[in-house]
T-cell receptor
Framework: DAGVIQSPRHEVTEMGQEVTLRCKPI?????LFWYRQTMMRGLELLIYFNNNVPIDDSGMPEDRFSAKMPNASFSTLKIQPSEPRDSAVYFC?????????????FGPGTRLTVL | AQSVTQPDIHITVSEGASLELRCNYSYGATPYLFWYVQSPGQGLQLLLK??????LVQGIKGFEAEFKRSQSSFNLRKPSVHWSDAAEYFC????????????FGTGTQLKVEL
């Protein structure tokens, strides 16, 4: 079975540019999570969706970050404009949940470098 | 609010030695508990999980963990470490009612000496 798919795997961009990260969750999963991982701050939950609806976006750093989930098989995380401090590895994870936590399956991540 | 503490940032063990990684959680009810492993350049992979029942949980790659309610702990163990076990290990706690997110610890970096 295909796991969580993320694209691109690596992204290098210049400050001020728009960046879009993409995620395809595991088929049948109803929850999707976006994380950011840095050396300084570790693993941070940015936002998560349940049944395509954003449930908790309290981890989104600021208005430059936005996330969408137009359907059950696709989500995007957009940064506009990007800044060097956004450089990190961004993970998408999905799970099958029913009102309680369940194991999350992680994608391979997108390593973002903003110059 | 739930929280997870992994008190050891780095641990070094010799290959073949036993391993124990510590995890303490804070949660008002019986928690759901998880251990994940992250190899360099990779995403997180689930090692094992505890939902209920037997407090000693077996996972992949020869790992096990024991849930101790009295100590609010869920320590990860392996009797004999292999060089390929060098990675970062994350403990996480989940909600048993309402809310789907997991709260992760800060991770423990394991180094294995040959």
């Amino acid at each position: 079975d295909a796991g969580v798919i993320q694209s691109p795997r690596h992204e290098v961009t210049e400050m001020g540019q728009e960046v879009t990260l993409r995620c395809k969750p595991i088929s049948g999963h109803n929850s999707l999570f976006w994380y950011r991982q840095t050396m300084m701050r570790g693993l941070e939950l940015l936002i998560y969706f349940n049944n395509n609806v954003p449930i908790d976006d309290s981890g989104m750093p600021e208005d430059r970050f936005s996330a969408k989930m137009p359907n059950a098989s696709f989500s995007t995380l957009k940064i506009q404009p990007s800044e060097p401090r956004d450089s990190a590895v961004y993970f998408c994870a999905s799970s099958l949940t029913s009102g309680r936590s369940n194991e999350q399956f992680f994608g391979p991540g997108t390593r973002l470098t903003v110059l | 609010a739930q929280s997870v503490t992994q008190p050891d940032i780095h641990i070094t063990v010799s290959e073949g030695a036993s391993l124990e990684l510590r995890c303490n959680y804070s949660y008002g009810a019986t928690p759901y508990l998880f251990w994940y492993v992250q190899s360099p350049g990779q995403g997180l992979q689930l090692l094992l999980k505890y939902f209920s029942g037997d407090t000693l949980v077996q996972g992949i790659k020869g790992f096990e963990a024991e849930f101790k309610r009295s100590q609010s702990s869920f320590n990860l163990r392996k009797p004999s470490v292999h060089w390929s076990d060098a990675a970062e290990y994350f403990c996480a706690v989940g909600s048993t009612g309402g809310g789907n997110k997991l709260t992760f610890g800060t991770g423990t970096q394991l180094k294995v000496e040959l």
